[in-house]
């Protein structure tokens, strides 16, 4: 959530420069719109319209830091205006969430405008929107001070365990009432991300709420943020950003992000992900196999690329998938495990020996609690393997009883060839290495491997770091993986190259 005001009027020469100075941003104030220099120095508010008891009617406002009655515990997020962070209010020992506004980047000529946004924002009263408590300002930062929310944030919750199609349908019912009363006040929310979806509590019903909104283009100049390119509707890309929805395509990201566990159009540039959205988005991807049917069609409702003809909030809300998530399937995963076991493929030597090594020295017993429980209930002997009459009995969940469909199965999966699958190949066939969580283990198994601190790894780094692969194997990785034929790997490269085919 952004924050912009009136102008000082001009009374001296070094006034007339007020465009250029951040000092000149500051809040209406409560009585009247200050017309001389001295006035506008009095404690910032709101200009509160009507004589209705809104909400908006109760936020304190001041002037002065936040050191004044804060204790700043740590940094939460770095935002697009500036910092957000985690405070103690010492005048009531609660606990609040800041969001800083650097006034350097409020476009002054838009000030006015900006302050109807300001007004709007603030005034919003929704169960699922967090709530401003207090507004702030020094020389030089806005402060909004928010209610702080102790569930984490959905971001959170996706690198910590798989999310069912049930919780995420009550997840969708929740942000996409908050997407109805936004746009019903004609407000474009602009900033829909996991980080900004924020739960209650650590518990599965808890409530979630969005929070840290945005304030039109235009208004605060800043560019477009690399970090954010995933979310950005396509109209958005080309500049339009005044439509309502682009904010039901960031959505259809989120949950995109939820099931899969990465976006579904990813690059390292504007153009490199346009390209990809104009490719076509696709739902028959083996990697939705085993959700509904109602979902595949609600997500390309919601990521359809023309703005024109995308699902609006209010049609969304009446989808068969949010109106009977009841009927949705809560199983335990093993149909999931199942299906990315029986795609596996080891193609290449060095693929799945780094990634056999990372799941050796990376991964840790929570990660690993869900393939356990799978891992033994295949494993109906007890002898710590996988046969091949154990996998026969298993796939027959996914209907698959053709003894050559399961014996190619099991020689893809089956990496040291003894004939059985042993827990680690388990694990590597079975990970989804595309989500936030496994492509953070290959991020920090790359800065293991590079000794020397430059973000790129050598020949000798990896030959070192991954004991037992012959040098002609090293030879043909660097071969494959090194795109730009630099004679070095970097990250992106690593991950590609990794990440192929899975």
Known sequence: MGCCASREEPNSKQNSQKNTKKSSIKLKSRNSTQTNASASQSNPSLEKKGTGLTRAKFIKTSSGTIRKNFTVIKKLQAGIYGDVKLAVDNRNNLQREIKEINKSLINPEMEEKGWEEVYKLVELDHPNIGKVV????????????????????????????????????????????????????????????????????????????????????GICQVPIQTDFLDYLAPEVRKGDHNQTASDIWSLGVVLYIIMIGRPPFTGLSINEITRRINENF???????????????????????????????????????????????????????????????????????????FIISQFTDIAGEKEYIKIFKSLDTNDDGVINKAELIEGCKILA???????????????????????????????????????????????????TSGDGKLSFNELKEAVPGIEHSEWSKFFEEADVNKDGMISFDEFRKFLLKDN
Not at 148 to 162: E, P, S
Not at 182 to 195: A, D, W
Not at 430 to 443: D, G, V
């Open 282 to 356: 696709l739902l028959t991807s083996e990697l939705f196999s085993l959700y509904s049917e109602e979902i595949k069609d609600l997500l390309s409702k919601m990521l359809n690329i023309n703005y024109k003809n995308r699902i609006t909030a209010v049609e969304a809300l009446n989808h068969p998938w949010i109106v009977n998530r009841e009927n949705l399937n809560k199983s335990s995963g093993n149909e999931e495990v199942l299906t990315r076991i029986a795609r596996f493929q080891a193609k290449s030597i060095i693929k799945t020996s780094i990634l056999t």
């Open 400 to 450: 698959l009883e053709d003894i050559a469909e399961v014996e190619e199965i099991l020689k893809n999966c089956d990496i040291d060839q003894s004939g059985c699958i042993e827990y680690s190949e388990f694990i590597v066939a079975a990970t989804n290495w595309n989500t936030a969580a496994q492509i953070r283990k290959l991020r920090n198994a790359f800065e293991v491997y590079d």
């Open 134 to 217: 207090e507004i702030r300002q020094s020389s030089d930062k806005i402060y909004f001070i928010f209610e702080y929310l102790k569930g984490g944030n959905l971001f959170d919750r996706i690198l910590q365990n798989r999310i069912s199609e049930y919780h995420a349908s009550c997840y969708m019912r929740d942000i996409l009432t908050c997407m109805q009363y936004f746009h019903s006040k004609g407000i474009i929310n602009r900033n829909i991300r996991p980080e900004n979806i924020v739960f209650e509590s650590t518990e599965d019903d808890s409530v979630l709420k969005l929070m840290n909104f945005e304030l039109s283009p």
